[in-house]
């Protein structure tokens, strides 16, 4: 079985970087596309960012130059690199990848102070 575990998420200053992991056990994280969705409060879950098994990306157009999305094949990881965070980024950060059925992991909070 599949399961998500995000971690990183904190109370940072507008300008500021941050980190998300998303580690995810079982031996399908090698072949499978993994995205970042968030959900700020009062709104529903958008997608942010993508990666595929051979690493291309896409990004939704709110973060593009800002964040960067990469895996670790060996240790079964994807990250979200954010960076020049603004308010408008403080959100429940969600990971998540389809095989057969959607997994989700429980979601990180992040929070940037203007």
């Known amino acids: 079985q599949v399961q998500l575990v995000e971690s990183g998420g904190g109370l940072v200053q507008a300008g500021g970087s941050l980190r998300l992991s998303c580690a995810v056990s079982?031996?399908?994280?090698?072949?499978?596309?993994m995205d970042w969705y968030r959900q700020p409060p009062g709104k529903q879950r958008e997608l942010v960012a993508t990666?595929?098994?051979?690493?291309?990306?896409n990004y939704a157009d709110s973060v593009k130059g800002r964040f960067i999305i990469s895996r670790d094949n060996a240790k079964n990881t994807v990250y979200l690199q954010m960076n020049s965070l603004k308010a408008e980024d403080t959100a429940v950060y969600y990971c998540?990848?389809?095989?057969?059925?959607?997994?989700w992991g429980q979601g990180t909070q992040v929070t940037v102070s203007s």
């Open positions: 990666i595929t098994s051979f690493g291309r990306t």
């Open positions: 079982g031996s399908i994280f090698s072949t499978t596309t």
């Open positions: 998540h990848t389809y095989l057969f059925n959607h997994y």
